[in-house]
């Protein structure tokens, strides 16, 4: 199991340990390497700090890429973990590498000094927790940061990312783990979008990027003014606008160039102004 350890964002080293290897075991590889007691780790994963018994495997949960805190005096490391299972609960729109949907990870940090080194006083349960502030508060464990306010925020786990590199995340899409058949093309994918509708209507990524392309090119969409432009249940139950508008990226870099253009457009419109009619401007 290949481990890289982030030495205070500025130094980073890769440590191999055996499959299976405990946190006891981990701490002990990092304080020799560094020179350092290992009583004097504190392995700090997701908020939770993790006991010497703890199994190194069982770190990787659902994401790809696991970022664990160590502190050790005033010295703060980063573990990344790259052993990935199949699948997650997050996902993503990767902007930066992969330009498409992909499996998150969820982090934490601490919303004042920005590092991981934190405890929660409990773990998130919903999406609310992660997606609203000041929901769950922490303990900051950072020298000189008494901080208590935590800041959720998630990465695209398909490969390594630095600490700005954070990706908008998709809380419709999800795995299809009741196997429920597309609303659309009825066949049984996954991961699905679910809409925000009381019938929880289910549809496949590909279906999902056809009817936003459909929509769009009628210029159906709905401008809303505390979500925005958007679209509601394909199957047109009420009060089911998608929220999060990031969604939107699955129609890929041409055609949501062309989705904002639109909603500036409308919301111009929605305001009492006019729309430049010279050929190709439709300014404001």
Request: charged fraction near 20%.
């Amino acid at each position: 199991l290949l481990v890289y350890v982030r030495f205070n964002p500025s130094h980073g080293f890769p440590v191999e340990l055996e499959q299976g290897a405990s946190v006891a075991e981990l701490k002990e590889t990092v304080g020799h390497l560094q020179g350092i007691q290992p009583d004097r780790l504190r392995v700090i994963f997701a908020g939770r700090e993790l006991l010497g018994m703890g199994i190194v495997k069982g770190f990787n949960g659902i994401t790809t890429l696991t970022d664990t805190a160590y502190r050790i005096g005033t010295l703060t490391f980063m573990v990344v973990l790259t052993e990935a299972k199949a699948h997650s609960s997050f996902y993503v729109f990767c902007k930066t590498v992969c330009k498409a949907i992909q499996p998150g990870k969820l982090c934490v940090r601490c919303r004042d000094c920005k590092q991981g080194t934190l405890t929660l006083s409990r773990g998130p349960s919903c999406w609310d927790d992660v997606l609203l502030p000041n929901r769950i508060h922490g303990v900051c464990q950072s020298q000189d940061c008494d901080g208590r306010l935590v800041e959720f925020y998630l990465k695209c786990a398909a490969h390594p990312t630095c600490d700005n590199d954070t990706s908008a995340a998709l809380d419709l899409i999800m795995l299809n783990t009741r196997r429920v058949p597309c609303i659309a093309c009825t066949d049984i994918m996954t991961p699905v979008l679910v809409f925000q509708c009381a019938e929880r209507h289910v549809i496949c990524l590909e279906c999902f990027h056809l009817y936003c392309v459909a929509r769009l090119n009628e210029r159906q969409f709905t401008q809303e003014p505390l979500v925005g432009y958007s679209l509601p249940c394909a199957a047109g139950c009420p009060d089911s606008l998608i929220k999060e508008v990031h969604h939107f990226q699955v129609l890929g870099d041409e055609q949501y160039e062309r989705y904002q253009r639109y909603a500036a457009e409308e919301c111009v419109l929605q305001m009492g102004g006019v729309l430049c009619l010279a050929p190709g401007c439709s300014c404001g």
